[in-house]
């Protein structure tokens, strides 16, 4: 009973590096959803996707891109990292429901762009 | 806009004492879900509650109690007799139609409890 996992958990970089950072889940939920989480902030949504090849903006997507060619996975690359983008990354994925289901999240990626 | 204040930053109790967190939402949608999230120190983020609009009745689970009135737009959450256990940062958060949007969450600020032995 995998669950949604991420890696890695812990990354550092450096400014301008590009990072992927990997969302796994095993219950074929049909959403994924990436969030980011800052002091002062709570959580904030980055990116979502409804279903494979199907995903859209959140709050703060700048910087970020997302793919979804695989229903299980959901992978965020920060094609040039940049400081403003250290952060605590979460993944979600919930069910396909009529109206918005309980979101699981994953245990989280702490990034560090130096 | 929707928006979801935790106006309580920070929380420190005694063991045993009973504390209440506070959640004011806003939003235009007569549908929508609030959820009440805990992140424990290890970091994971735990789901505790979810409740729909139409549904005003209170929710009690062991310590755990959720009191939501639309009245005044507010999802509090009451821990009794709290316990070292419960130290954590707490989560309130509202996800609104239209459903193919999957439901975004959009999350208040935290507020972290402490409970001192």
């Known amino acids: 009973d995998a669950g949604i996992t991420q890696s890695p958990r812990y990354k550092i970089t450096e400014t301008g590096r590009q990072v992927t950072l990997m969302c796994h889940q095993t219950?074929?939920?049909?959403?994924m959803f990436w969030y980011r989480q800052d002091l002062g902030h709570g959580l904030r949504l980055i990116y979502y996707?409804?279903?494979?090849?199907?995903?859209d903006k959140g709050e703060v997507p700048d910087g970020y891109v997302v793919s979804r060619s695989k229903t299980e996975n959901f992978p965020l690359t920060l094609e040039s990292a940049t400081r403003s983008q250290t952060s605590v990354y979460f993944c979600?994925?919930?069910?396909?429901?009529?109206?918005?289901?309980?979101?699981?999240f994953g245990p989280g990626t702490r990034l560090t762009v130096l | 806009a929707q928006k979801v204040t935790q106006a309580q930053t920070e929380i420190s109790v005694v063991e045993k004492e009973d504390v209440t967190l506070d959640c004011v939402y806003e939003?235009?949608?007569?549908?929508?879900?609030l959820f009440w999230y805990k992140q424990p120190p290890s970091g994971e983020l735990v789901f505790l509650i979810r409740?729909?609009?139409?549904?005003?009745q209170n929710e009690i689970s062991g310590r755990y109690s959720w009191n939501f009135q639309k009245s005044t737009s507010s999802f509090n959450f009451t821990i009794t007799a709290s316990q070292v256990v419960d130290s954590a940062v707490y989560f309130c958060?509202?996800?609104?139609?239209?459903?193919?949007?999957?439901?975004?969450?959009?999350f208040g600020q935290g507020t972290e409890l402490s409970v001192k032995p």
């Open positions: 979600a994925s919930s069910r396909r429901e009529q109206g918005p289901d309980t979101q699981y």
């Open positions: 219950w074929s939920h049909s959403y």
């Open positions: 996707s409804a279903a494979a090849d199907i995903t």
């Open positions: 939003t235009r949608d007569t549908t929508y879900y």
């Open positions: 409740r729909n609009s139409f549904d005003e």
């Open positions: 958060a509202l996800s609104e139609m239209p459903y193919n949007q999957g439901g975004k969450l959009i």
